[in-house]
């Protein structure tokens, strides 16, 4: 086994000096080297996170770095994920923690995703650039007919992927606005054409010979067929590729590029999908109706000959082309008149206008479609949600009913509706064992039933008011000390809160939230300076009741008094009557402070057999542990 130690120590150094050189795929190979041949070896798992990390941030989705990589997550994560994920990675990365080659810069890329995925703003920014940055529009071949947009390079608009235009471009041949080309040096792939009935010429790409443009400047349709130059065009023009405007060759005069395509319609590729297959089903049906209408010909020309001849109506049943032809067939046909009277006008429909209406009841069956689809998608939205938010009170109440009933006073009569306002700070209870650790400030309270208010939750980066001790570095809730005010957001839940605390608000701006004289609160039994993130839950999570004696002071800490359980009651203590038993926090100690406790004076009223002068503890904040030990093991340690 020393061999192979030996050996994996020069793979671990050749897996250093490729990381130092930027080389992470290689330094990832040999790092794993090294664990396969010495698993023990140390230092090994630290950097090879490190390692997993600079691969991470190599990786680029739609053009943007990869910061759901660098956390080892997924887009669809909640909050409370993301913050798990941080959490582990920095205990890893952490340069106190992690003396890897490139830790420091690991760490920094491992911040920097969490700033960014933590602000509710920035990650859903980030996820639309992510979801819609790798979306490209192509021009179809000549052959396949007009496109529904050429890219912006071409010197006009770029449509966005719309249900209507795809599926439309995709089953007809449109009427399109086309772009014209770029400017850019000489090139051979455009031509000039004239729209015959304002006399306009234009320049395209060839993409467009040959079909059926719409005309910018009259709006009519025109075939683009090619033609020599305008004789009135300039050298320069001619000699380059084409302006972003058509030149007139008879009035002198431009017109602007054509606009976009008519919008509107949901731009989910799915949604698209499904309009597709809603357009070639229309499409396949008004074809079947055309060829069983013209199969049918001879016998529909006589019921309209009978049917003209007794209402004195005189309806055409075939009409001819401009050169005189017959009507081809899937030709549509325009009929007008009154009864008893004379028709009044009668003509075919173009190609341009049977397109267009096509495309009208093709809108309409895609719209009627659409609405559909998105009623039943906020229907099962709101299904789901519904389902989550029972399953969330139902597990609220489950934890409620878990909570054991006070002695002798309710405590949530503290925190009702009403008992929230303006300018407040509220502790709240945490995701790690459920004790009141976290703070919020109420700016307004916009209505009481329901409750609703806008609150920030306070936060801190720092613990430098109490030393150099890394307590947030560890993973450790902060629970007093100077505080950030964080973001605003509106706030519905009553039962996330347990008391309101008394705070100042420093010079800086910042809250203050530090130990007062007659409060109470649970020390950390077994805390440590050495504490990490190592320790186990069952080390961490045992506390003791004491209540504070004097203010903090900066220099001389806080003095507390152990509180004893009184024996008969599970929630009701009293203040340890050995005065010697007083001890004083100091100020690089401040940490040994888990949270504070809702309190109640007892008088003695409250039943006949309630002790008066005694502390009752609400069991929200009270460890379980406390509230079922036995008196007589707090008497025993009274004694000592």
């Known amino acids: 086994m020393e061999c192979n130690k030996d050996e994996a120590v020069r793979a671990k150094s050749i897996a250093e000096k490729k990381l130092s050189d930027k080389d992470y795929v290689g330094a990832r190979k040999f790092i794993l080297k090294a664990q396969n041949l010495y698993p023990g070896l140390d230092g090994i798992s630290p950097m090879l996170t490190t390692i997993d990390v600079y691969i991470a941030s190599e990786n680029k989705v739609s053009g943007e770095i990869d910061w759901y990589g660098i956390l080892g997550a997924n887009p669809n994560d909640d909050d409370e994920t993301i913050r798990t994920h941080y959490r582990k990675l920095a205990?890893?990365?952490?340069?106190?923690?992690?003396?890897?080659?490139?830790?420091?810069?690991?760490?920094?890329?491992?911040?920097?995703?969490?700033?960014?995925?933590?602000?509710?703003?920035?990650?859903?920014?980030?996820?639309?650039?992510?979801?819609?940055?790798?979306?490209?529009?192509?021009?179809?071949?000549?052959?396949?007919?007009?496109?529904?947009?050429?890219?912006?390079?071409?010197?006009?608009?770029?449509?966005?992927?719309?249900?209507?235009?795809?599926?439309?471009?995709?089953?007809?041949?449109?009427?399109?606005?086309?772009?014209?080309?770029?400017?850019?040096?000489?090139?051979?792939?455009?031509?000039?054409?004239?729209?015959?009935?304002?006399?306009?010429?234009?320049?395209?790409?060839?993409?467009?010979?040959?079909?059926?443009?719409?005309?910018?400047?009259?709006?009519?349709?025109?075939?683009?067929?090619?033609?020599?130059?305008?004789?009135?065009?300039?050298?320069?023009?001619?000699?380059?590729?084409?302006?972003?405007?058509?030149?007139?060759?008879?009035?002198?005069?431009?017109?602007?590029?054509?606009?976009?395509?008519?919008?509107?319609?949901?731009?989910?590729?799915s949604i698209a999908s499904k309009a597709a297959s809603v357009i070639k089903q229309v499409n396949d049906r008004l074809k079947r109706e055309r060829e069983e209408f013209y199969s049918a010909w001879p016998s529909k020309k006589r019921e309209v000959d009978d049917e003209s001849r007794s209402s004195s109506v005189r309806i055409p049943y075939q009409m001819t082309t401009g050169n005189g032809g017959a009507a081809g067939t899937g030709n549509f046909y325009c009929f007008s008149g009154t009864i008893n009277n004379s028709v009044n006008r009668s003509r075919e429909l173009n190609h341009f206008e049977t397109r267009l209406m096509l495309m009208k009841k093709a809108r309409a069956e895609i719209h009627t479609k659409l609405k559909e689809w998105e009623s039943m998608e906020k229907s099962k939205e709101n299904e789901v949600s519904q389902n989550s938010q029972t399953a969330d009170e139902q597990e609220r109440e489950q934890l409620a009913m878990n909570v054991p009933d006070p002695?002798?006073?309710?405590?949530?009569?503290?925190?009702?509706?009403?008992?929230?306002?303006?300018?407040?700070?509220?502790?709240?209870?945490?995701?790690?064992?459920?004790?009141?650790?976290?703070?919020?400030?109420?700016?307004?309270?916009?209505?009481?039933?329901?409750?609703?208010?806008?609150?920030?939750?306070?936060?801190?980066?720092?613990?430098?008011?109490?030393?150099?001790?890394?307590?947030?570095?560890?993973?450790?809730?902060?629970?007093?000390?100077?505080?950030?005010?964080?973001?605003?957001?509106?706030?519905?839940?009553?039962?996330?809160?347990?008391?309101?605390?008394?705070?100042?608000?420093?010079?800086?701006?910042?809250?203050?939230?530090?130990?007062?004289?007659?409060?109470?609160?649970?020390?950390?039994?077994?805390?440590?300076?050495?504490?990490?993130?190592?320790?186990?839950?069952?080390?961490?999570?045992?506390?003791?009741?004491?209540?504070?004696?004097?203010?903090?002071?900066?220099?001389?800490?806080?003095?507390?008094?152990?509180?004893?359980k009184f024996a008969g009651f599970r929630t009701v203590f009293h203040s340890h009557t050995n005065q010697t038993e007083v001890r004083v926090i100091p100020k690089e100690e401040m940490f040994r402070f888990s949270h504070q406790v809702p309190k109640y004076m007892l008088t003695g009223s409250e039943a006949h057999n309630s002790p008066k002068d005694c502390l009752e503890l609400d069991p929200a904040a009270t460890p379980l542990d406390l509230i079922q030990e036995s008196p007589e093991i707090n008497e025993i340690s009274q004694q000592r």
């Open 407 to 564: 002695d002798f006073h309710d405590f949530d009569l503290d925190r009702t509706e009403n008992s929230f306002e303006d300018n407040q700070v509220w502790s709240a209870y945490d995701d790690d064992d459920g004790m009141p650790r976290f703070y919020a400030i109420i700016h307004k309270v916009l209505s009481r039933k329901p409750l609703k208010m806008k609150i920030s939750w306070l936060n801190s980066k720092t613990t430098t008011e109490f030393g150099s001790l890394d307590w947030l570095g560890y993973g450790f809730r902060k629970s007093l000390g100077e505080f950030r005010i964080g973001r605003h957001e509106v706030y519905k839940s009553l039962n996330s809160f347990s008391q309101k605390v008394e705070w100042k608000k420093s010079p800086r701006g910042s809250v203050s939230i530090l130990p007062r004289k007659g409060q109470v609160w649970a020390l950390y039994r077994n805390w440590s300076r050495d504490w990490n993130e190592s320790i186990p839950d069952d080390v961490i999570h045992k506390y003791d009741m004491v209540q504070v004696l004097e203010d903090y002071n900066e220099e001389q800490g806080v003095p507390v008094s152990p509180l004893i």
């Open 91 to 269: 205990l890893t990365l952490h340069p106190d923690k992690n003396k890897s080659v490139g830790a420091d810069g690991a760490f920094k890329l491992l911040s920097e995703a969490w700033s960014l995925l933590s602000d509710k703003a920035k990650r859903s920014a980030y996820n639309e650039r992510r979801n819609n940055g790798g979306i490209e529009l192509k021009v179809p071949s000549q052959s396949g007919g007009p496109p529904a947009a050429a890219p912006a390079a071409n010197g006009a608009h770029s449509v966005p992927k719309r249900a209507t235009s795809k599926a439309n471009n995709r089953n007809h041949q449109a009427v399109v606005r086309p772009p014209p080309p770029p400017v850019v040096s000489r090139r051979t792939d455009t031509f000039w054409t004239i729209c015959h009935g304002c006399k306009m010429h234009y320049e395209y790409l060839k993409l467009y010979l040959n079909h059926t443009l719409l005309c910018p400047n009259c709006n009519q349709p025109f075939l683009a067929k090619e033609m020599l130059p305008p004789a009135n065009l300039p050298k320069s023009t001619q000699s380059t590729a084409p302006p972003r405007h058509q030149i007139s060759s008879n009035h002198g005069k431009t017109t602007q590029n054509p606009g976009p395509p008519p919008s509107g319609l949901n731009t989910d590729p």
